[in-house]
């Protein structure tokens, strides 16, 4: 099996000055925020309204994330 492409989310405290991870996606995101997984999921849709910042990675086999190729920061 390769390497699944991921993305790592991770969102910033109520301060705003440190991003803690929240959780990972399926596939690489490009959006400025994730996205919910269900309409259902209403919870997720404030989302939107908090800083978040992601990072494109790879997962192996043992769910491991892979640092090679490293992964990149996007803000």
């Known amino acids: 099996m390769a390497a699944k492409m ?3 989310w991770y969102k910033y405290d ?3 000055n ?4 929240n959780h990972i996606e399926d596939g690489w995101a490009n959006g ?4 919910p997984i269900d309409t259902s999921f209403t919870n997720q ?8 910042e992601r990072k494109h990675a790879y997962l192996d ?3 491991q994330v892979l640092n090679v190729p490293p992964a990149n920061w996007i803000k």
């Open 14 to 16: 109520d301060k705003g």
């Open 61 to 63: 086999e043992q769910y």
């Open 32 to 35: 400025e925020y994730p996205m």
């Open 6 to 8: 991921i993305t790592v």
């Open 18 to 21: 440190k991003a803690k991870l």
């Open 45 to 52: 849709e404030a989302w939107k309204k908090s800083d978040w």
